[in-house]
């Protein structure tokens, strides 16, 4: 499957931004603005509905590659073969050695687990992937309602193969995915909508835009595989379509690096420190971003509006410093190697005659390969020598979004892409301009449709000439 990024009308959205030196709205900044086009909301709306289009396309494409309909498994059926556990193993022990899993965990463990455990009994071996969890029945758990900071009390097991599902969708196990949801309930509803007045909605949609409790946010749903997939789509062939972004700065890497949009969206889809970390992998590794190298809220400036509860979160240095101070403005990581690295040390050590074990408890001791990238040429996905990896990572991004939208259609769930692509845009290019912004983030179904009353918000907007 390609990206579609010639069935997407670019020039729409590039013409709806200017590059600026500095923007007084952004704490002067360097960054994308939006442009006073009259004829920019338009542009935006039209870009939107192309794009949800072509994403849904995608979808009924790639749902001609599956069977057109399953038998609903029996809950105790085992539903993840041995095959895709190997696939989607490395993952696993990923995400089961990272802070944010709060299951016991043997990072030796053997793929196949050999324990027997029954859905109501306690799971008392460490294994990475228990057996009870790869049945059917282990994917029906529902959600429970819970206070603040009793997530994991009421929702430990159901959490955990919400994460099991994360991994399925970002290796792409989609003919295991369509098995465990598939129902002919369902199925019933989408072919005859119209004798349903109040439509059934499937579990797996209420942990879309899931939150541990009110006060953290909505970090642990698996809205943010497509989401960050999505974020990252934009921008990078928005830049790719700006040539003289990529141009070099007194001999240094690409201009866009510095630009705040960037550096923020880089630190949004890799970073540490929430209840789930799973949809930031992928996007870890090509942009060569070590684990807890950007932490959630580490270094955000709350302060507290006058005479109001509101607060607001800020961060100063973002386009305003060099990518590479931007890299260590956190917490300073040592070198992310490229996979290929690893495997030049071990020969080396193996060269030196060292046992095996010995090498592994140097390479443990050291972390070396604990995080790895993609980029040969790191931290500058669009030089030149990147331009394989950066397809291979933009191909994929694609595959993301439209492998959700093929969950969403099997579990009869309506992701409204043109929202979706709305709130991004929102999210990567806001400024202080936006007015409206509050407001709208508070009423999700106003999001669709804002971009065609930007230009008279922002048409008395300051203008700062490059």
């Known amino acids: 499957m390609k990206h579609s990024v010639h069935n997407v009308p670019w020039d729409l959205l590039v013409s709806s931004f200017e590059w600026r030196f500095s923007n007084p709205c952004k704490q002067n900044a360097e960054d994308f603005h939006w442009s006073r086009e009259p004829t920019r909301g338009e542009q935006l709306t039209s870009f939107a509905k192309a794009f949800a289009e072509a994403v849904e396309d995608g979808a009924a494409c790639e749902r001609m590659n599956f069977p057109e309909n399953y038998d609903k498994p ?43 455990h029954t859905e109501g009994s306690e799971v008392s071996c460490k294994c990475a992937l228990p057996q009870r969890e790869r049945k059917a029945a282990a994917f029906y758990r529902e959600k429970q309602d819970n206070d603040c900071f009793e997530f994991h009390h009421y929702n430990r097991w159901p959490f955990f193969n919400l994460e099991v599902f994360k991994i ?50 909505p ?30 700065v007194d001999g240094a890497q690409g201009r866009y690096l510095n630009a705040r949009s960037y550096q923020a ?6 970073q540490s420190g929430g209840n789930s970390e799973v949809a930031t992998y992928p996007h870890r590794r ?27 979160h800020e961060n100063p240095a973002l386009g305003k410093t ?5 890299l260590t403005s956190q917490n300073r ?72 939208q093929l969950v969403a259609d099997e579990i009869g769930m309506d992701l409204h892409w043109e929202k979706l692509v709305s709130k991004a845009l929102i999210d990567i290019f806001s400024c202080d301009c936006d007015h409206w912004r509050t407001e709208l983030s508070l009423d999700p179904e106003r ?16 203008s700062t000439s490059a």
């Open 447 to 462: 999001l669709h449709g804002h971009v065609a009353r930007l230009s008279a918000t922002r048409a008395s907007s300051p």
């Open 286 to 312: 090509f942009f060569g971003i070590a684990n807890e190298q950007f932490e959630k809220n580490w270094e955000l400036r709350t302060k507290r509006t006058k005479n109001t509860n509101h607060l607001q």
């Open 168 to 217: 399925l969708l970002l290796h792409g196990e989609m003919d295991a995915l369509l098995k465990i949801h598939s129902d002919p309930v369902l199925l019933l509803l989408k072919t005859y909508p119209e004798i349903y007045l109040n439509p059934l909605r499937h579990e797996l949609e209420l942990w879309w835009g899931a939150e541990a409790c009110q006060c953290e946010g």
């Open 333 to 404: 990581v040592g070198y992310v190697p490229l996979a290929s690295d690893i495997d030049e040390v071990r020969w080396a050590l193996q060269a030196k005659s060292l046992p095996r074990e010995v090498i592994d408890q140097i390479m443990d001791t050291a972390q070396y390969g604990a995080s790895t990238r993609r980029l040969r040429i790191e931290h500058d996905p669009l030089h030149p020598e990147n331009r394989i990896e950066l397809e291979k990572y933009l191909s994929y991004c694609w595959k993301l979004m439209v492998w959700s």
């Open 322 to 326: 060099s990518y590479q101070r931007f």
């Open 265 to 270: 969206t880089i630190r949004t889809i890799t």
């Open 74 to 116: 029996d809950p105790d059926e085992i539903v993840l073969s041995d095959e895709v556990c190997q696939r989607i193993m490395p993952t696993v022990h990923q995400w089961r050695s990272s802070p944010s899993c709060y299951h016991d965990y043997d990072p030796k463990s053997t793929v196949i687990c050999p324990h027997k």
């Open 219 to 248: 970090d642990l749903g698996w809205e943010h595989i497509s989401g960050h997939a999505l974020k990252a789509y934009l921008l990078l062939n928005m830049i790719q379509h700006l040539p003289a972004m990529g141009e070099s």
